[in-house]
């Protein structure tokens, strides 16, 4: 669908359809590609690029948790 | 018809300041302390989550009221190197014991007393196997229901 489109069917307006449709390329949401002059968006029909995306801010999450644990036991053993 | 391309593993780089031995121990043996407590999948609050410190050692958690929920199992156990564990969990939030992606973690030196983590979280395809149901799951609230509830707000300001 291009940006006009979905702007259509929704009650905001194109450039804010734009930023959000930018939101959900970001987060692997949305595949992008250009024809002709206009952007055309589909929801990534493996939505494998989402669930990796998914795993790449679980990781960050859990080996954050992770460092600050194994920082906080060594200051209590020492 | 697409032609599907193989999605890059996960890396993580971490750095701690503590021996390899001691990020090694953190790491496998006190996982409940830092595995983070939304992420689970289980019904029941979380009570532990355990990794069996030995080459197929089970990977599991348990909750609150004793019933337990595996993750994987250990594949290779080299402490305090490196580990790979198997993740079993499929794309749409269940164990299931014919899928299997692997994680591999390699604790380096780094300093007089500091430790380099390298996570790595392959073999991303494998969740593409099924990809219908993991949508299913993707869409539900353990995946990106919470996103897209806020993405369908934010278009409604």
Known sequence: MAVGEIARELPVSRPAVSQHLAVLKAAGLVIDRAEGARRVYRVDAAGLTVLRAWLDRFWDGALGAFKAEAERSLNEDN | MTAIQTPAP??????????????????????????????????????????????????????????????????????????????????????????????????????????????EHRNMERFGEGAESMRAGLDGTMGWGQELESFAAATRS
């Open chain 2, 10 to 119: 996960v890396q993580k780089t971490v750095r701690v300041a503590v021996s390899p031995q001691k990020a090694f121990e953190v790491f496998t043996a006190r996982m409940s302390k830092w595995w983070l407590a939304d992420h689970s999948i289980m019904k029941v609050p979380r009570e532990s989550v355990v990794l069996e410190p030995r080459q197929g050692g089970r990977w599991y958690e348990r909750g609150v009221d004793g019933s337990e929920c595996t993750w994987g199992y250990v594949i290779t156990w080299e402490p305090p190197k490196r580990i790979v564990l198997a993740w079993q969990i499929d794309g749409t939030w269940q164990y299931n014991d014919k899928f299997v992606t692997e994680v591999e973690v390699r604790f380096t030196p780094d300093g007089s007393n500091g430790t380099r983590v390298d996570l």
